[in-house]
């Protein structure tokens, strides 16, 4: 399985709704990323795990919450979001963090098309 | 600051002609340089990496450190390139894309 996988695809929800965005990925990559990608910019990073743990959180709202519950799976929690928090939300992975002299190659998903209302 | 620069949005071209698009990057270390391309409705991916200096599809791009640029060429373009091609530059953990440019080949 050479791909990362994303669920659900599309998601529409409510401002005082809480859900979540699922990435998985079965290459035992040990880093993972959430992305964030409005029409027609380029994906900004969100956030960063490194062997399961939080490395980097590009000041992102706390209304996104990030949770890495093994090293195969990556969530986005989701509470009280705003409409301008409608996007494309791109999850990826690759094989090591940086410093280890492995390729660092990026694995995108599809993405989940969130829109909120 | 580490940036990466597209300074063309759109670059349209026809079949068969050259194609080369524009990437600028400032970065304090030995940078990290890729080329990600992203084709209508399919997921971003991996075009190009300056560290293994391979020719996918046809494109090529060299690192030049004194200009710190890292050009993507082509130089007979065909229709199914058209598509949004990012640069990208990997510092620590992050990995950080250009506005990118979107590359039309007409018939």
């Known amino acids: 399985d050479t791909e990362v996988t994303q669920t659900p695809k599309h998601l529409v929800m409510g401002m005082t709704n809480k859900k979540s965005l699922k990435c998985e990925q079965h290459m035992g990559h040990r880093a993972m990323y959430w992305y964030k990608q409005k029409a027609k910019k380029p994906p900004e990073l969100m956030f960063v795990y490194s062997y399961e743990k939080l490395s980097i959180n590009e000041s992102v709202p706390s209304r996104f919450s990030p949770e890495c519950p093994n090293s195969s799976l990556l969530n986005l929690h989701l509470h009280a979001l705003q409409p301008e928090d409608s996007a494309l939300y791109l999850c990826?992975?690759?094989?090591?963090?940086?410093?280890?002299?492995?390729?660092?190659?990026?694995?995108f998903g599809q993405g989940t098309r969130l829109t909120v209302v | 600051a580490q940036r990466v620069t597209q300074p063309e949005k759109l670059l349209s071209v026809f079949k068969g002609a050259p194609v080369e698009l524009k990437c600028n990057y400032s970065?304090?270390?030995?940078?990290?340089l890729f080329w990600y391309v992203q084709y209508s409705r399919q997921r971003l991916q991996l075009l190009l990496r300056h560290i293994s200096r391979e020719s996918i599809k046809g494109f090529t791009a060299d690192l030049n450190k004194g200009e710190t640029s890292f050009h993507l060429k082509k130089p007979f373009a065909q229709e199914e390139d058209s598509a949004m091609y990012y640069c990208?530059?990997?510092?620590?953990?992050?990995?950080?894309f250009g506005t990118g440019t979107r590359l039309q080949v007409f018939p």
């Open positions: 990826a992975s690759s094989p090591e963090p940086y410093g280890t002299g492995v390729s660092r190659r990026a694995f």
């Open positions: 970065y304090s270390g030995s940078p990290e």
């Open positions: 990208a530059l990997m510092n620590t953990d992050k990995l950080i």
